[in-house]
């Protein structure tokens, strides 16, 4: 069992900055996809970004590159959403989830964390 923790949400105004943080458990965290994903209210839930087991590839939604970066610390077996130029779209609980096969989809998931962005 994997328990995934996010930490670091809040209340911003627009243009401000944010960084997530979200802990998993495990021995083997450089072995798990890991990405970010969002639900605004009344929205379906969303993919945010992704960083990959193997190889450190990086992915984003359109919606936000160039202004999100995913970044993890294997030995804190934590990773990272750093949020820039927010923008009120942008509110939403954001949730972090762990792929811990090649052979799941995202496994784990933590309780997520509520980011608020006021204009």
């Known amino acids: 069992q994997v328990q995934v923790v996010e930490s670091g949400g809040g209340l911003v105004q627009a243009g401000g900055s944010l960084r997530l943080s979200c802990a998993a458990s495990g021995r083997t965290f450089r072995s798990y996809d890991m990405a970010w994903f969002r639900q605004a209210p009344g929205k379906e839930r969303e993919f945010v970004a992704a960083s990959r087991r193997s190889g450190g590839s990086t992915y984003y939604a359109d919606s936000v590159k160039g202004r999100f970066t995913i970044s993890r610390d294997n030995a804190k077996n934590t990773v990272y959403l750093q949020m820039n130029s927010l923008k009120p779209e942008d509110t939403a609980v954001y949730y972090c989830?762990?792929?811990?096969?090649?052979?799941?989809?995202?496994?784990?998931w933590g309780q997520g964390t509520q980011v608020t962005v006021s204009s």
């Open positions: 989830a762990a792929s811990t096969s090649p052979t799941t989809g995202y496994n784990y």
